[in-house]
């Protein structure tokens, strides 16, 4: 077994894949088992990183609002207008990442409803 090059994307993979796990470009004899679990994996990840987006997303807006508060001198005289502006922004920010998470979970949901499920593509939803 060696490292090589995924002819797509040009990403360091196996020289066993059967599929590129960056791209999902096909190098052998994929199955259609193989297919799902690459997309069972993608999906995964795909929900992981949009909820660390929405806790990062958190921060800023608490973040604004730290600044609010101490622009505000604890909330005795009005503060310019860049606090308001950073919660504005994290706030629809938010609520984009959270639309698509919901995406994403009825994608999961559904894919998990799938008749014929391995073992393999249960272990990766």
Same mark, same amino acid.
């Given at each position: 077994?060696?490292?090589?090059? *995924?002819?797509? *994307?040009? $990403? %360091?993979?196996?020289?066993?894949? #059967?599929? *590129?796990?960056y791209c999902?470009?096909?190098? &052998?004899?994929?199955?259609?088992?193989? %297919?799902?679990?690459?997309?069972? #994996?993608?999906? #995964?990840? %795909?929900?992981?990183?949009?909820?660390?987006? +929405?806790?990062?997303?958190?921060?800023?807006?608490?973040?604004?609002? &730290?600044?609010?508060?101490? =622009?505000? =001198? &604890?909330?005795? %005289?009005?503060? +310019?207008?860049?606090?308001?502006?950073?919660? &504005?922004?994290? +706030? =629809?920010?938010?609520?984009?990442?959270?639309?698509?998470?919901?995406?994403a979970r009825?994608?999961? $949901?559904?894919?998990?409803? $799938? =008749?014929?499920?391995?073992?393999?593509?249960?272990?990766?939803?």
């Amino acid at each position: 077994m060696s490292i090589v090059g *995924c002819p797509d *994307c040009g $990403k %360091r993979i196996s020289s066993k894949a #059967r599929i *590129c796990s960056y791209c999902g470009h096909q190098l &052998g004899e994929a199955t259609e088992e193989d %297919r799902a679990v690459f997309e069972a #994996r993608r999906l #995964r990840d %795909r929900i992981y990183r949009l909820n660390m987006s +929405s806790y990062l997303v958190i921060t800023v807006f608490l973040a604004g609002f &730290g600044w609010y508060w101490w =622009a505000s =001198a &604890g909330f005795t %005289r009005m503060p +310019s207008v860049g606090p308001f502006v950073v919660m &504005g922004l994290a +706030s =629809a920010a938010y609520l984009l990442v959270r639309f698509l998470l919901f995406r994403a979970r009825r994608d999961r $949901k559904a894919m998990r409803e $799938k =008749a014929r499920m391995s073992s393999e593509l249960r272990r990766n939803l």
